[in-house]
Structures are given as structure tokens and as C-alpha cells.
């Protein structure tokens, strides 16, 4: 990382915000202590013309982020999905940031598809929109296929939006670094752990042949979904930076006023997009990890459709597990099996003491049950959160970043169409259908049988792994074999005939 780059790169930073007026107002939304208002306004004027000057016709907040480039627009493109952290004012403001982002000539975006598809743009398109949407990383075209008259939508990345990004990770690990040398309490909190899983979230969103592979996987495992659509991609007009897929007719779920003068219900909408978010969790393990409004869309019939899969996440089998029973641990109230939860997945040192970390999720679960979920605030939830864990010792899990990163943009869009939704009643049928068909009797056959399938693989095997530990307890070398050696013999000759046996009876 080099240093002095870094350094310039996070000074300019503060004196954008301060010059764009941005900084007192952003300080002011996050409830920031007088103290470190004092002291960024003190550290910030100084500098204060080296910051960038930004578009002035746009709102501060949104003339400084949009100034300071495209890893700033992701980070306000999440903001703009909590209302509660940031209030609705800025957070309306901050949708610009979804999907109306100033775009590049439609003359370098064809010359780009030109380039990538290798082939000229009139034998492949009867028409090719200016952009119909901009965003950080790539703008959207409106095209027809010469084949078939098709309207798909072409997706072309920025120029050098690859060496943009860089510049900006750079900075942030060098941030990371220096808070982890300066502030050795942070380090339980991983912020370069942080900061690397955000860079290789990135990495996948400047490749949209990865992203193509991203959309053709998604579409295949919620092809039964009812409500719910991906559009069809085509891989033989997809590369590096283009990505076309058939083109979705809808309403933007941003559009709140344009969706209720529809007539769609907006209550079921909300609790739609939460299900949805879970049910692609919990039962793949596959979701969508970029559900903001600017990625969603509501078609004519109501369904629900998804854009956008350059962010996806993955969770595996027994993570699932786990994070289904805290979740339906919270629904019930039931802190200690919570608390048991995270100690057995090793997500609390073993040396704490679990009813006292219960203890301190009570703290956290129950102002939450028997409010207005209008008057709860999701700000002073992660804070006290955030408190239990410093407490308890516990690590930051990168691998559930995007998960827990997930949930708080679902909940924030939910609330955007019901301010009222409860995201605990909504999640509860759709966890406790996961629980029964993953965690109990049912889902012990299941993995028995998952079990025996793996093993059944290995059968062909026994007999040469049987005689060669055989051979080895025989005639041993060297080294000093235990005098119970026969015993582990047979022990494992008695294994193996145990498999075998239930291999058979599974078998018939």
C-alpha cells in the first residue's frame, strides 16, 4: 500500500466534506458526540480547498460522495436504505445515489459492447438506447435484438472504473491498518478483514462475466419461486464489461407514490421482500447481497423482480443452522438457547459465561417486543450490540458481513413502503418452516442419508485400506506402535463391516 498516496486520499476525503458543507450535516444525521463534531470541523478547516468541489447544484451530503467517487457511492447507496440512522430527509436524498448517477456517452458505451462482442453494433442490435440508468460501477441501455425484436437491457461498465476503485481500497486498507495499530481494541473487530471482504465483494461487481454467472445461478434456484423473477440472461452477448438480459417492465421500487397510484399493496410488498431475503438465505444459501431500492422492481402482476447480482452472498449449510436459531431465539424470546447457539459455533470465547451473555441479549431483545416497530431505533440497536460484543470478546465473522449487511438494507426498504412492519413477525413462518425441515428428527435422516452417500463413495476402497493398516500393525516400523494395536485393527475392521451392512440395507 503505498502511504503517502493513502494519506493524501483520506485528507481529501475530510476536505470534501468540509468544503462541499457536507460534514456537519453528516456528523449531525449519525448523532455524533459534540466533542468529535468539534473535532472534525478543527481538523477539517484547515484543509478545507483541498477537498473537491463537487456538483453544485446537488444537496452537500450528495455533492461530496458523488465528488469522491465510486467506493463513496456504494457506501451512501446503503445509507440511503436506513432512514432511522440517517433520517428521511438524507436518506431520500442519498436514493440519487441508487441508480441516477450522471452517466458516460452512449458513443463510448457502444464502442465498448463493439469492442467486447466483437462484432459490429447494427448485426447484433435493430436499436440501442442513450443510458436509462447510471450507478457507481455501470450504466444500463435499452436495446432490441436484431434475431428476434427481443427488448433486453445492456449493462456496460464504466472506463477505468477498475483503476478508480483501487485507488479507493487502497485507502481504506491503510485506514484499517493505522486504526488496528492506533486502537488495539479495534482488532477484534478485524477492520482489514473488513475492508479485504469488501474488495473481493468489488472485485466480482468489475467483472460482469462473473456477474453474469452470478444472475444465470440465481435465475435456476428461484425458478420455482412464486411472486419472485430474475431475468433471462444471455451469455453469448455477455464479457468482461457487458452483461445483456432480458429487459424487466416494472415500476421501481423506490417510486413508493408511483407503486401505491398502481394499486399494488404496499404492506404486502414490504413483507414480500423480506420473506423473499430469507427464504433465499436460509433455504439456498444463495441471496442477493445489493437489495436496494435501485435493484428492485415490482411488475404489472406484482411480481417482485431482483436486478443487479454483481453482490451475492453465500452462506454454508451449518451457518444456515445456526443463524436460523438465533433468529427464531430472538422470536421466542429465549436468550440462553441463543447464547448457547453462539457458543457452540464458536462465535464466543468459551472462556465467558454463557448466562451472563444471555443476560446481555436480554438487554438487547426485549425493548424491541411490544413496541411500535416505528419507534424503535435500529441505530441504538447495533450500538448496543455493538457493546455486548466488545464485552463478550467476540470477533467480527467476515464470512456473515454481507448477511447481517443484507438484512439491515431488507429491513430498511421494508420500512420505506411500511413504516409499521415488524420484521420479527414477518420472519417467524419462514424460519420455523427452515427449522423444521433443517434442525430435528427430519433433518437427521437427511443428513444420515447425505452421510451414508459420501461414505458408499469410500466402499470400493475398504478392502486395500483394511489390509494396508492390516500390514502397517504387523509389521511396524521403527517407530513405537501401541501396545493396543489389534484392538484398533479390529475396532476399524468392525467399522468398516457396520458400513457395509448399512450401505446394503440402504441400498434395497
Given at each position: ?261 398502481a394499486g399494488h399493496d404496499l404492506n404486502d410488498l414490504a413483507k414480500r421482500i423480506i420473506e423473499t431475503f430469507l427464504r433465499h438465505a436460509l433455504r439456498d444459501g444463495y441471496f442477493h447481497a445489493d437489495m436496494h431500492q435501485g435493484n428492485l422492481k415490482v411488475a404489472n402482476n406484482g411480481d417482485l423482480i431482483a436486478l443487479d447480482f454483481g453482490i451475492m452472498g453465500r452462506i454454508d449449510e451449518y451457518t444456515r443452522r445456526v443463524y436460523a436459531e438465533i433468529i427464531m431465539g430472538f422470536i421466542n424470546r429465549d436468550y440462553k438457547r441463543i447464547a448457547e447457539v453462539h457458543f457452540e459455533a464458536g462465535y464466543v470465547p468459551k472462556n465467558q459465561d454463557v448466562d451472563a451473555f444471555a443476560q446481555a441479549l436480554r438487554a438487547v431483545g426485549e425493548p424491541i417486543f411490544g413496541e411500535d416497530a416505528s419507534k424503535i431505533s435500529m441505530a441504538k440497536l447495533l450500538t448496543q450490540l455493538f457493546d455486548v460484543t466488545e464485552r463478550f470478546g467476540m470477533e467480527t465473522r467476515t464470512e456473515l458481513i454481507l448477511l447481517q ?104
Amino acid at each position: 500500500m503505498r502511504g503517502p498516496h493513502n494519506i493524501w486520499r483520506l485528507i481529501r476525503t475530510g476536505a470534501t466534506f468540509e468544503r462541499t458543507g457536507a460534514m456537519s450535516i453528516a456528523l449531525e444525521a449519525l448523532n455524533a458526540p459534540k466533542s468529535i463534531r468539534l473535532a472534525a470541523r478543527f481538523l477539517g478547516w484547515p484543509f478545507k480547498l483541498l477537498g473537491y468541489k463537487g456538483d453544485k447544484t446537488q444537496p452537500p451530503i450528495l455533492r461530496a460522495i458523488s465528488a469522491l467517487g465510486p467506493a463513496y457511492i456504494k457506501f451512501g447507496q446503503l445509507l440511503s436504505t436506513r432512514p432511522d440512522i440517517v433520517g428521511s430527509s438524507l436518506s431520500t436524498e442519498l436514493k440519487v445515489l441508487q441508480d441516477r448517477i450522471p452517466p458516460f456517452s452512449r458513443e463510448l458505451a457502444i464502442k465498448t459492447v463493439v469492442s467486447e462482442l466483437q462484432a459490429p453494433l447494427d448485426s447484433i442490435f435493430s436499436s440501442f438506447s442513450e443510458p436509462v440508468a447510471a450507478a457507481s460501477i455501470a450504466q444500463v441501455h435499452k436495446a432490441k435484438l436484431k434475431a428476434d425484436g427481443a427488448e433486453v437491457a445492456v449493462k456496460v461498465l464504466r472506463p477505468n472504473i477498475a483503476k478508480a476503485f483501487k485507488r479507493d481500497i487502497d485507502a481504506f486498507f491503510f485506514a484499517a491498518r493505522v486504526i488496528e495499530i492506533l486502537s488495539p481494541a479495534s482488532r477484534r473487530l478485524r477492520p482489514t478483514d473488513v475492508i479485504n471482504h469488501f474488495n473481493n465483494v468489488v472485485k466480482g461487481e468489475l467483472d460482469l462475466l462473473q456477474e453474469t454467472a452470478a444472475g444465470s445461478e440465481f435465475e435456476a434456484t428461484t425458478s420455482n419461486d412464486q411472486k419472485f423473477q430474475v431475468p433471462h440472461i444471455h451469455w453469448h452477448l455477455s464479457s468482461q464489461s457487458v452483461m445483456t438480459l432480458d429487459w424487466a417492465e416494472g415500476i421501481a421500487l423506490g417510486n413508493v407514490v408511483e407503486l401505491d397510484n398502481a394499486g399494488h399493496d404496499l404492506n404486502d410488498l414490504a413483507k414480500r421482500i423480506i420473506e423473499t431475503f430469507l427464504r433465499h438465505a436460509l433455504r439456498d444459501g444463495y441471496f442477493h447481497a445489493d437489495m436496494h431500492q435501485g435493484n428492485l422492481k415490482v411488475a404489472n402482476n406484482g411480481d417482485l423482480i431482483a436486478l443487479d447480482f454483481g453482490i451475492m452472498g453465500r452462506i454454508d449449510e451449518y451457518t444456515r443452522r445456526v443463524y436460523a436459531e438465533i433468529i427464531m431465539g430472538f422470536i421466542n424470546r429465549d436468550y440462553k438457547r441463543i447464547a448457547e447457539v453462539h457458543f457452540e459455533a464458536g462465535y464466543v470465547p468459551k472462556n465467558q459465561d454463557v448466562d451472563a451473555f444471555a443476560q446481555a441479549l436480554r438487554a438487547v431483545g426485549e425493548p424491541i417486543f411490544g413496541e411500535d416497530a416505528s419507534k424503535i431505533s435500529m441505530a441504538k440497536l447495533l450500538t448496543q450490540l455493538f457493546d455486548v460484543t466488545e464485552r463478550f470478546g467476540m470477533e467480527t465473522r467476515t464470512e456473515l458481513i454481507l448477511l447481517q449487511r443484507t438484512m439491515v438494507v431488507v429491513e430498511g426498504v421494508a420500512r420505506s413502503l411500511d413504516p409499521n412492519i415488524n420484521m420479527w413477525n414477518v420472519a417467524k413462518p419462514i424460519v420455523e418452516n427452515y427449522i423444521k425441515e433443517n434442525i430435528g428428527p427430519k433433518a437427521f435422516f437427511k443428513d444420515f442419508v447425505k452421510t451414508i452417500q459420501v461414505l458408499s463413495r469410500v466402499g470400493p476402497q475398504l478392502p486395500s485400506m483394511i489390509e494396508a493398516l492390516k500390514e502397517k500393525l504387523e509389521n511396524p516400523s521403527d517407530e513405537k506402535v501401541p501396545s493396543n494395536k489389534p484392538n484398533i485393527f479390529w475396532l476399524f475392521v468392525g467399522s468398516a463391516i457396520t458400513l457395509l451392512i448399512v450401505l446394503v440395507v440402504y441400498s434395497i
